[in-house]
């Protein structure tokens, strides 16, 4: 934001006199040549979908045949009329907060507990981080033989004398063998994250409060955490939007079951759109998705006025 | 208690505090374990009742195996005519963008920037219908530049390289203009040359990101010859008799390049998400 600024006032101040505007002129042709492979791309993969998904969402388009304006019915059948939708939503939500919570607390702890270390920090680091870097669907097939009836979860289960059903084929078991694998998959990037953060404290600041008697319990939540919040309110904000469009899992593992147990609203996307070729409604239930989005980031920054400590 | 006992503490202390992290990362590591050691027994095995943690027998081939019959090892060229096309793309307009936002004055600059960076706020699977859409109608489905297009257009690599040509001076270029070259001439020779770390950054995570990617391609690569890698390991996994030694050959494939590369460029890595970290408000 101050770069802009800068370099706003810094074109203002020039003085412009006739032979100056003609080499504005020249500039600015220059200018457009050099943005327009980048506008082309936007306008037509960015700004036009855009606009279409808004279009769409109002006709009960099905890719096939042409298209009808149905006005809001699309939206009011969604909320009214279709059974799939409600549990759909819960199962995004309910995903988004125990997956959202884990992530923060177990990506904290391990960032913590690295920083705690005299020696090989950036190893533990790059073996957190490598599931970040692979394919989620490579990840999820993994996932998918451990947790198979008679694979290697049920062996250890059966072992140590623990009788639960199949992960992937029970109606409550499954969301969590879910978020379990996007935990795998996902703790990483926060890791590495909150842990480059946690470096940044200076560490006169941790000396200080050592020499005034603060034990390591209350360093941790009186100096280090209120000094890194800035960084975990990124964490938060960014994992969150992530989550609420959780696919891959999803599709290789369950495929929204049993029933719709792990139906979510980026496999319903897909589902109508993909499956059902409700081109029309699918785009509905992005706009639905988008604005929750919208919520819950807003209301994070909403609520990071009570826990974000800001220098200044 | 003696100076010496305290330390011989602290020394036990420590041991222990390593100890207990490695110990979580090695149980964090076994899901590339147990992918390596189903690969490599026959499909009976995989199976079969009680598990065995270690293969009966070592049956390497089934990589060979896996490369040619499946045939992962055409899925693997896809996916990197296509997460290579992708990220050359995307560097070229990105430079292009950013030298145009960092150097050049033109009218609504300022506006166009602060649109390039709303754009970073919409969600990807929001685009997916209307993007098939419009490739649809331009006869792009199931064929390589149906797949890279869309994604090429990214709008973070030019705020990404004009944060970075704004850190160069401008002096260096000076010179060049009163010789009388041109932007485009100034960009390749001399500012390109110095922003390979920013370049190199923008490659790496464009790279692992299409590597990755999956929904965009399997809506639009409708036949098997096309299919990317994640894609592909996909097509097997509901076929009747699962070979699944060689789809865990296929996962691992998928996973070396971003393996490789994590482990190689640690430091780039960490460099980058600390930045993130930095700017995390402060």
Redesign the interface.
Known sequence: MT??ND??EV?GSQKRSRWGSRL?RR??R???F??L??L???V???V???I??VV?SFTNWKLLGTPQFVGISNYVRLFTADPQFWPVLRNTLFFTAEYLVLNIVISLG?AV??S?????Q?W???????P????????A??????FAP???FD?IMRSISVEMPSMLTDQTLAMQAIIIVSL?AGVG?NT???N??L??VPQSYLEAARIDGANAWQRFWKIRLPL?S??????TVMTA?TS??V??QI??MTRGGPGNATATL?YA??QR??QNFQ?GY??TI??V??AM?MALTAVQFWLQRKW?H??N | MTTKSRTRLSLAL?IL??G??LI??LL??F??F??VT?AVRSNAE??A???RILPHVFEWDNFAKAWTQLPFGRFFFNSMFVSVSVTIITV???C??G??FAR????G??A??MA?LG?LM?????????????VNSLGMVNTFQGVI?????G?FG?FLMR?FF?SIPMELEEAARIDGAS?LRILVSIIVPLSMPAIGLLSLFTF?AQ??N??WP??VMTGTDNAT???G??YF?TQQGTQ?NF??A???L??LP??F???LL??L??NS??L???????
């Not at chain 2, 050049?104 to 009218?107: A, E, Q, R, T």
């Open positions: 770069a802009i370099v706003t074109a504005d500039e600015g220059t200018a457009f050099f943005l492979p980048g082309i791309g936007m037509l993969f960015l036009v979908p855009i279409a998904s769409l391990l507990w690295i705690s270390l005299k020696m090989g950036r533990f680091r790059v073996v957190f981080f490598l970040t870097f692979t394919p989620g669907i490579a990840v097939i993994v996932w998918m033989l451990i008679g694979g290697f062996f795998w990037y590495v994250l909150f480059a953060a470096d940044m890194i800035p960084t975990l309110f990124f964490g939007i609420l469009q696919f891959d599709y290789v980026g996307i897909y759109g993909f081109m699918a785009s992005a706009w998705m988008f989005i974000v800001y220098d | 420590d505090n390593h207990g992290l979580v990362a964090f590591l899901p590339f147990w992918m189903n995989v199976m009742y009680p598990v070229i307009v990105s292009l963008s030298y145009a050049l004055k033109f009218p600059r300022d166009l920037l390039y754009t919409v969600p990807a699977i929001m685009l997916i219908i209307p993007l098939f859409l419009i297009l869309p994604v090429a257009f709008t030019a944060q704004l932007r692992i590597w990755n999956f929904l399997l809506i890698l994640p894609v390991l996909t996994q699944w789809i865990m296929g996962a691992a998928s996973m971003g393996v590369l994590a482990i640690q430091k890595i960490y998400i600390a993130n970290a930095g700017m995390g408000g402060r």
